[in-house]
């Protein structure tokens, strides 16, 4: 068995975590996609929250900065009704010497429910879920170089409800595929829900060791790797995990990877933009695109307010069964 897939997945096939894509099977991530499906209106109603996590407590442990991933996943729980826990790392024990063990069996204690995790160290979600109580969900909302699920599955929905579907389609990843866990977890996602052709565009210093192993078909020329896709996913360039001098500069690379009016015109006619965010303008894309009619940018982070309410309250509605197994 996938070791990703029994971390996850309780034994009766319902998600218990959310840890990373890889090794999940089609049928969960369409659950997920539907379920969001039913969330997508709730932010236009007068009242917007529904009941289903009223009474839980859900901690986001962030200990490494983000605006939109965290700010994302408080509306999402709060919409759910649940009570939310912003865990400040900055000014916590763990600052004063506490291990991270320790840090979580305190919030344990407190009756926890969820602990959304973001951490610079890859595996940082599995190891926390490997070592919490039974009654606690993980969610992972990036790990290092690793994985960002949550990201993948609003990019998904967002194609999804754009194009009506994922499947049959060409995509294409633009940009610092190495050091970039959104990239890892939309390549896992576009193949497991049946992708036509996942490409990838990017310097050789760019790309990790062996690309071809990921599932993707790897091009280096900008206009070649653009031609007839559906989507065009963008990535912003990862300066913080860069070791060296992996690029010339800035503006050799907007030159030779940025994505203009111009080069769009060689995707299909209905292609989309998307780019997970925080945007470089003028250094992987022109600020023409990211303005434009064919950008979804602003639809995704909307989308994934809808996205982290499904998966939220599918581990959480999943929780009494698992502890069931542990009886």
């Known amino acids: 068995m996938n070791p990703h897939y029994a971390l996850q997945v309780n034994a009766d096939g319902k ?3 959310f840890l990373t894509v890889e090794g999940l099977p089609k049928e969960l991530l369409t659950q997920i996609l539907d379920t969001a499906e039913s969330f997508a209106g709730v932010h236009a109603q007068q009242v917007k929250k ?12 962030f200990f490494e900065s983000s605006t939109r991933t965290r700010t994302t996943f408080e509306l999402a729980a709060k919409r759910l009704s649940a009570d939310v826990l912003n865990f400040n790392i900055a000014t916590s024990a763990t600052s004063k010497g506490e291990s991270l063990l320790d840090t979580l069996h305190n919030l344990e204690a407190m009756q926890s429910d969820m602990f959304v995790v973001r951490h610079n160290a890859s595996g940082a ?22 994985a960002h699920p949550t990201q993948a599955m609003l990019d998904m929905f967002t194609i999804r409800r754009k194009l009506g ?6 995509v294409v990843i633009v940009g610092d595929i190495k050091h970039s866990r959104v990239a890892r977890s939309q390549i896992h996602a576009l193949n497991i829900l049946g992708a036509e052709e996942v490409r990838v565009v ?12 990921l599932g993707v078909r790897v091009f280096h020329d900008m206009d070649e790797g653009l031609r007839e896709v559906d989507v065009v996913i963008m990535l912003r360039l990862q300066k913080e995990r860069m070791a060296g001098a992996l690029l010339p500069s ?49 639809q995704q982070v909307t989308y994934g307010i809808a996205v982290r309410m499904a998966v939220m309250s599918m581990v959480l509605g999943n929780q009494a069964s698992s502890l069931r197994e542990g009886e």
Not at 133 to 141: I, K, L, R, T
Not at 202 to 213: D, R
């Open 15 to 17: 998600l218990r975590h």
């Open 50 to 61: 529904v009941p289903l996590a009223r009474g839980k407590t859900i901690v986001n442990l």
């Open 125 to 146: 979600a599995h190891f926390v879920a490997r070592h919490v109580a039974p009654h606690v969900c993980v969610v992972n909302a990036g790990d290092g170089r690793h």
């Open 165 to 170: 579907r994922v499947e049959g389609l060409k």
């Open 202 to 213: 990017a310097p050789k210093t760019l790309l990790p060791p062996q690309p071809e192993s």
């Open 250 to 298: 800035e503006q050799e690379y907007f030159h030779l990877y940025g994505l203009t009016e111009k080069r769009l015109a060689r995707a299909a006619d209905h292609a989309i933009v998307m780019h997970p965010g925080p945007i470089n303008r003028g250094v992987e894309i022109d600020s023409e695109v990211a303005d434009g009619e064919r950008s979804v940018i602003l």
